[in-house]
Nanobody, 117 residues
Framework: QVHLVESGGGLVQAGGSLRLSCGAS????????MGWFRQAPGKERHFVAG????????YYKDSVKGRFTISRDNAKNTVYLQMNSLKPEDRAVYYC??????????WGRGTQVTVSS
């Protein structure tokens, strides 16, 4: 089992930046895919960004390309999401997930990101 805890959310003005962190415990995640998802009020949870076990491959939702960067530090068992040029439509609860075979079996409880105009 893997326990995930997100942090770094908050309230920012449009155009601002936040850096989210997700720490894992229970086992190493160095052989697992990790990703970030978000869920806006009244909406379904959607994929935002993913990263391969080694960090050599990254994937992004089209609307965040060029603004968000996912990275990981396997020595710290942590994945990050750097979010720049934030927009009001980025407002959501952001969740960290991990798993194998393109399945995200484990989830954190989320961190709130609010962007004001």
């Amino acid at each position: 089992q893997v326990h995930l805890v997100e942090s770094g959310g908050g309230l920012v003005q449009a155009g601002g930046s936040l850096r989210l962190s997700c720490g894992a415990s229970g086992r190493t995640t160095s052989n697992l895919d990790m990703g970030w998802f978000r869920q806006a009020p009244g909406k379904e949870r959607h994929f935002v960004a993913g990263i391969s076990p080694s960090g050599g491959a990254t994937y992004y939702k089209d609307s965040v390309k060029g603004r968000f960067t996912i990275s990981r530090d396997n020595a710290k068992n942590t994945v990050y999401l750097q979010m720049n040029s934030l927009k009001p439509e980025d407002r959501a609860v952001y969740y960290c997930g991990t798993g194998v075979a393109s399945s995200y079996t484990y989830w954190g409880r989320g961190t709130q990101v609010t962007v004001s105009s």
